[in-house]
């Protein structure tokens, strides 16, 4: 965890000072590159990492041989190693992932503030101006036409959370009031 606010740290300095000649940006870029080499290397991680403008890529080898390779590239990030693909976007980059179940419904009309895919499920984080009322309302129906069982639904004042499963999958939502709008956490994955 120390390693990767480390590398989002420098990631996020890099981006950053986008700004000035292209010398000097490619020496901060090639400094950086070394810095998060030898930092790597000191919990026992070989890494080359190359930095071009607002693009970062890595690939790792850990003590046991097992490689995993990352890219950065604006506001995702993907990282593809031993135990499969996981992909994370967030800001202006925030859009559904390609292959998110077409039976698990999303609020239409909502916009994607994130997403993460990992091998074993998918995350969304939704904003809507919508009610809580009547996004709760409308998932609750929306995932019962989909062929999902309701397992759960609490209500807690400003969030609600429902559970439903379908097959050998569970999927969560979970809503809640804040700053005038409302957001929606969806999960989606197998038990």
């Known amino acids: 965890m120390k390693r990767t606010m480390i590398v989002l740290g420098l990631a996020a300095c890099v981006a950053a000072a986008g700004c000035g000649k292209k010398a000097e940006e490619k020496l901060s ?19 080359k990492v190359d930095i071009s403008g607002n693009t970062m890529s890595f690939t790792t080898t850990d003590a046991e041989g097992k490689q995993a ?5 604006g506001d995702s990030l993907v990282v593809e190693g031993p135990d499969g693909v996981q992909t994370f976007r967030a800001g202006g980059a925030g859009e559904m992932p ?15 503030v994130s997403s993460i895919s990992t091998p074993g499920g998918m995350n969304l984080a939704l904003k809507t101006s919508d009610s809580k009322a009547d996004v709760v309302a409308r998932y609750a129906a ?50």
């Open 29 to 47: 870029e090639k400094l950086t590159e070394k810095l998060l080499e030898k930092s790597m290397a000191k919990d026992g991680v070989k890494a």
């Open 69 to 73: 390779h990352v890219k950065m590239d």
């Open 98 to 112: 390609k292959d998110f179940p077409a039976d698990v419904y999303v609020m239409s009309g909502a916009s994607v």
């Open 142 to 191: 929306e995932m019962k036409d989909q062929g999902w069982t309701t397992e759960s639904t609490m209500d807690m004042g400003e969030m609600a959370m429902l559970s439903f499963a379908k097959d050998n999958r569970q999927a969560s939502v979970i809503v809640q009031t804040e700053d005038g709008a409302t957001s929606i956490n969806l999960t989606v994955g197998t038990e």
